[in-house]
Structure formats: C-alpha cells, structure tokens
Nanobody
C-alpha cells in the first residue's frame, strides 16, 4: 500500500506562485497531480512517468512544472503565474507503471488527502 501526503497549498493573489509537495512512502511509481474545483470533475494537471518523462494539461503548460526528488521520495508541483481558475483542491496520485499519460482519475490507484489552493483576483 502506497501512502501519499500533500502539503504546500494556501492562498495567493493572481500572478503569484506556490510549490506543492507530496511525500510518497515508496519509490518507482508513476506520479501525477490532479485538481478538483467545487462542482467540477477531478482533472489531471501534470504527470511524470517512471522514466522521468513529463506531460501537462494544456491549461497549465508553461506555468506549472512537475518534478520528483527520488532521494527524498517527494513529488513537487511548482505553480507560477497563478490564475483564479487554478483554485481547487490539489491531489497527488500514483500508479505502478505508466505506458502513456493518463489524465482520467480512474487510471490511478493511490491518492493523497489533498491540499487547497486558492487564487484571488
């Protein structure tokens, strides 16, 4: 059983930055960040696969960066140029192997508890 624990959320003004962290209890997993705004479905934001390749949703390309520190078993999401529409609960997710980039939540096996990000205009 993989355990995930997010941190780093908060409130920021539009144009600001935040860095989310997710500590993972095990290594060698395909990892992702998802988010869910009130009344909306959970959506994939960024993925880093087992080989270190990265992919991003169009809505965050050029603004968000996903990375992983294997020595610390920690996944990061650097979020710059934040917009009010980025406001959501952010979750990290894991699955054993990624042969592609899966942006639907049902493809992921393990989830953290979430961390809230609020961007004001």
């Amino acid at each position: 059983q993989v355990q995930l624990a997010e941190s780093g959320g908060g409130s920021v003004q539009a144009g600001g930055s935040l860095r989310l962290s997710c500590v993972v209890s095990s290594d060698d997993y395909c990892m992702a960040w998802f988010r869910q705004a009130p009344g909306k479905e959970r959506e994939g934001v960024a993925i880093i696969n087992n080989l270190g390749s990265r992919d991003y949703a169009d809505s965050v390309k050029g603004r968000f960066t996903i990375s992983k520190d294997n020595a610390k078993n920690t996944l990061y999401l650097q979020m710059n140029s934040l917009k009010p529409e980025d406001t959501a609960m952010y979750y990290c997710a894991a699955r054993g192997w990624c042969s592609g980039f899966y942006y639907f939540s049902a493809a992921w096996d393990y989830w953290g508890q979430g961390t809230q990000v609020t961007v004001s205009s």
